[in-house]
Every structure is written in C-alpha cells, then in structure tokens.
C-alpha cells in the first residue's frame, strides 16, 4: 500500500486510490445459493457519508492550516468525492446510491459564515450546497444541525441542492404529514428488460424538538423514527420498492442525551433494523462513530438488517452492498429476493480531494480564512490562561460567563428561578487574548474542543462533590510554598496514572453572584473544598442550582459525579466554541471589569499558597 505522502504527492486515482483508501473486493460465494442452481445476481452499492458539518477541505480553520489528528485522519467532502467518483467507475454499469446521513451546514467557519455572516440567498450559494451537487447524491437525510440556523436558511440550502433531503419524522403540527420529502424511489435498469427499485427512506433525530425548540415550536414536531418507518416502509413496498434504505440521522446505540424528556430515543437506528420489518440496510449517523459492519436481526421476520456509520466530517466513506437474485413465484412471475449484503469503510486519508470540488468552493474558503484571522472584537487587556490551573484568571472566567449566560436565557418553567453556575477546564494554558484586537482564531484557541452546551439541575451537595473531585487534580503539599505549578499541579491518581490532565480539571463560577470557595491542597483527597458559599452565603446540601456543563462532561466524560445522572434542563446543542465567538462578535468588547472576579484560591490550612 502506498504511503499517505506518496498518495498525496503522486494524485492517486481510480482503483489505485481504493485500494490505498482500504477497499477490498467483497466475494458473495457464500450467499446459501448453489453455483450451478443461482439464477441472475444484481449488486446494488450504496455509497454513504455522514456529519460532514460543513467540511469541504482537510482545513482546520481554527489552526489555520492543514486538518491533522493523531490517527492522521484527512477531513472533508472534496476527500469523499474521489472515493465516490474512483467506486462509480469500477461499478460502472452496476446500480449505485450515494446518500448522505445529515448534518451538513454547521460545524465549520465555512459553514457559520453562510448562514450568520453573508447569509445564503439567491445570489449566494452555500458552499457545502456546491460541493455535494458536484459529488451527484441521490439524496440526504436531514439533520439535527439543519435547523440551527433556523427553517428559513434550511429552506434556502434546500433550494440549492440538486437532490433532495428527507425527513419522514419532521411533520406540521395539525396534519402529522412530513414537511420535506419522505421517501425517494429510484429505479434502475439492470438488463433483459428488467428493473430494481429502490427506497430511500430519510429519518432524523427527535432531540430537534428540544435542542432547536426556539427555531421549531409550533413549526414541526419530531415523532420517533421506529413510529415514522412503520408508516413509511409499507408504503414503500406497496409502491413496488425490492429494496428499502434508511438514512437515519440517530445513532446505532439505543440511547438519549436528554434523558426521559422526549417519548422517542435519540439514537434510535437499530431499534428501526429490531421493529421494522422489510429494512433492509440503514446508513447510520449523528452519534460519530466509526462501524465497518453490523447486523441486527429484526425480530418479526428474522431477517439480518445491514448497519454502516461512515465516522464524521468527511474522514470515511461507507460502501455497502445489497446482492438480489431474480427469483420466479410458481406462477412464473419473476422478483428479486436479497441474498446476501455487507459494507466496509474507505479512508478519505490517503486520496487526493477532487479537484472539482475544490475548485467550486476555493473563493468561499479563502473569503472565511481571512474572516477567521481578521478581528471580531478587542480586549481592553491582555487575558492569559497561563496560570489558570493554579488561580482563578479573567479568561476561564470569560468562559464561564458566556456559558452560564446562554444556559438562563434558555431556561423555562421552575428551573428558570434557579441561580445558574458554570464549569470550565483550562484546556490550552498557550490560550490568550491579546490587548487590542482579537480575531476567531484567538477565541478559538481558548476552546479547543467542539463540545456542546447543557444545563443540568443540581443540588449544594452535588456542587461540593463536583469540586472535591475536581481538586483531586493537585498534589497534596504541606506548607505554602512557594511551589512550581508543576509541583501541584497533574496528581497521579489510580485513572490517571500519567498525571491528571488539565482538561479534568474544572473551576465551577457563579453568574449573578460569586460562587466562593477555597482548595486546601494541604488535606487528603475529598477533604479539600473549604468555605463553599453563593453570594456570601454558606451552600447548604438541598440547595438547588442549574449548572452550565459541556456535552463531555454530562455523558459522563472526567467520571465526575452528579451530571452524568442529574436532569437536563438546557440542551441547544450549541457548541460553546461558537457561543464565545458569537458573544464578541456581537459586544465587540471584551472588558474583565464585566465579568471577571476572584472567586476560588489555593491554600494550605487557611493560607493562600505561592506558586510560581
């Protein structure tokens, strides 16, 4: 197999580049049919991606250069298309799908800018609308980040696209009947006059209803997908369909980030392969994972039903392959029966991008480079994260404030008179602003992950659990100081054993008064947080407050206690990297007078400890 280098250098093309993207020749020899008796096979090959929010180059906007990770996966939709163009070609003659899962115009500056910046209109095309018309899908499911920037700039991409997106649980709220497209049905001749038709059902994530209610209310209702497909898959079959696909915006696990809010799961697609029968293969998406292959027997007829998530943003391309045999009633009446289906991944790392695609988009990538690096605001001073891990410093506060802040505008009900806290991790101590002006690339590096935004309620007593286990992160010392932060600072712990890292280690702030505490790095684990009050008050266990946490955090990430289990009563799915951007753009200002106080320090047996 070529290098990643070589691949890159060389424009590798063509069988070539599937072979080096991973691709291997499936063989059906074993489909139960003996040679001599098999009648005439078809393959029909469904091409997938999914989540690519709004990547159409391997670009990190944000690093202002080349995407990277550490598996050294390549990002973006130009990537996809040549694995797309390199399978059409060897299956030339054959029928072939390409489908995408959703999630399409969020995620990106390059998305953000043509929805908030220089909206899209009918003189402004989005540019992940000009890529995907370049790549020729046959059709997209709808996703939940579709409708965060509102139904009218959905509806105005819509227009833009030369296939159309589906959604057969997105429905008006008096009829109950789909407002975009349920279903498509494409029929494809395959020779001796016969054809195969195929559905295409789109299905997309209930949690609409509650992270984009300010966008959807009274507009749509989301039902679940198992309650949608049973509607839709007959009407499939009774339309003549031989096959039936669902693009599914909702991951393979049966789970729900909002808990028991909703009647319908979040992630709902094996359920739909468990209780619908007659599906025959499901194209994954939403939960970003990475499956190859996976098969879940449906409990009325047996049948194995085909699962493939192609992972995010562009980094894989699902194959999947559904091979029919014709088969005769005993009447002579000719039908296709699936014999045999399997799917595989290929890696969008090692292809060259599309140089099509590329070329569509190039004008609009290079306006939102410069946009990135031009400044959306200034800092009245110079605010570093340098010394974050070891004092409460304006920067971390500045976090905290834009995050508690979005979480009480957004609260209803009983939970809107509670008092809002946040949380915040020193994820990048090279992170600052710079006195002057201040680009998305500054406010960026402070918030180098794309978590999302929760507020959950939680109780006195969980606050000081959340901070005693917080402080697990320094080491015990006797005296104060002085000390090098590296003296203090990364315990080893029994799930650490490298050292805590920093993002495992949050300060937790109020927004309309000072939550206060001290960290007594003095005394053993679970015995640090001393004189915990909100607004001059000493927290009691019952008190009840709403705590801004990321995504990461409330799914459990950190093992920190509480806000794996406590109720949601905020989920936007708004990632907070894009709030504190939106918050500076919109002020223009950023002033630590408004927002920045000393509200926690380090101290051993009551004196505040020098570090270095």
């Known amino acids: 197999m070529p290098s990643r280098r070589a691949v890159l250098a060389g424009g590798v093309t063509g069988g070539a580049a599937l072979a080096a993207a991973g691709y291997v020749e499936p063989s059906y020899a074993e489909d139960g049919v003996e040679p001599a008796r098999r009648s005439r096979q078809v393959r029909l090959t469904v091409l997938g991606s999914t989540d690519l929010h709004g990547n159409v180059y391997n670009w990190d906007y944000f690093k ?134 195929v559905g295409v059902l789109g299905l997309t994530n209930p949690g609409i209803a509650i992270w984009d209610k300010a966008n959807v209310e009274g507009r749509m209702e989301f039902p679940g997908l198992v309650e949608q497909a049973k509607k839709f898959v007959p009407e499939l079959k009774k339309k003549g369909c031989d096959l039936v696909i669902v693009s599914a915006h909702s991951g393979a696990d049966t789970s729900s980030s909002y808990g028991d809010a909703l009647p319908y799961p979040e992630n709902a697609a094996s359920l739909v392969a468990e209780q619908v029968p007659h599906v025959d293969a499901i194209l994954v998406g939403h939960a970003h994972q990475e499956i190859a292959q996976q098969f879940v027997r449906n409990k009325k007829t047996g049948q194995q039903v085909l699962l493939c998530e192609p992972y995010y943003w562009g980094m894989r391309l699902a194959v999947m392959d559904l091979v029919v045999q014709e088969v005769y009633s005993k009447h002579g009446k000719p039908s296709w029966l699936l014999v045999n289906s399997g799917s595989q991944l290929l890696n969008s790392n090692e292809v060259d991008a599309d140089p099509a695609v590329a070329a569509a988009v190039r004008s609009q990538h290079d306006i939102v480079v410069d946009y990135v690096n031009s400044p959306i605001g200034t800092s009245t001073e110079e605010l570093s994260a340098a010394r974050a891990v070891v004092e409460d410093v304006p920067i971390i506060d500045f976090v905290n404030y834009v995050q508690a802040d979005a979480v009480k505008a957004g609260l209803t009900g009983p939970a809107a008179d509670l008092p809002v806290l946040s949380i915040a991790a020193p994820f990048n101590r090279s992170a600052s602003f710079p006195s002057g002006e201040v680009s998305v690339r500054d406010v960026a590096g402070l918030y180098i992950y794309d978590n999302t935004l929760l507020g959950v309620k939680v109780t006195g007593a969980d606050v000081k659990d959340y901070l005693e286990y917080s402080a697990r992160y320094f080491k015990q010392v006797s005296g104060a100081g002085p000390f090098t932060m590296a003296q203090v600072t990364n315990a080893v712990t029994a799930t650490a054993p490298n050292g805590t890292p920093d993002y495992n280690y949050d300060a937790v702030a109020g927004l309309d008064a000072p939550l206060t505490y001290d960290i007594d790095i003095s005394k053993p684990v679970d015995e640090r947080i001393v004189g915990l009050s909100y607004d001059g008050v000493a927290v009691t266990p019952e008190q009840e407050f709403v705590m801004a946490v990321n995504n990461y955090r409330q799914s459990g990430g950190g093992g920190f206690p509480a806000v794996a289990t406590a109720e949601v009563v905020y989920n936007r799915q708004n990632e907070i990297r894009q709030l504190l951007i939106d918050w500076v753009t919109a002020h223009g200002t950023i002033d630590p007078a408004e927002f920045a106080s000393v509200d926690w320090r380090l101290t051993s047996g009551g004196t505040p400890v020098t570090i270095t």
């Open 64 to 197: 202002n250069a080349e995407f990277d990770n550490a598996a050294h996966d390549d990002i973006g939709l130009a990537k996809v298309a040549t694995l797309v163009k390199a399978m059409r070609k060897k299956r030339k003659g054959e029928p072939i799908l390409t489908l995408d899962a959703g999630d399409t115009i969020q995620g990106t500056p390059l998305a953000y800018y043509y929805a908030k910046i220089d909206p899209i209109s009918d003189s402004v095309v989005h540019p992940m609308a000009r890529a995907m018309n370049l790549v020729k899908y046959d059709a997209a499911a709808l996703g939940n980040h579709e409708f965060n920037y509102g139904i009218d700039t959905l509806r105005t991409f819509e227009s833009q696209l030369d296939f159309p997106l589906l959604g057969a649980n997105a429905v008006d709220p008096a009829t109950q009947r789909p407002v975009f497209r349920p279903y498509i049905i494409k029929t494809f001749k395959v020779g001796g006059g016969r054809t195969l038709k």
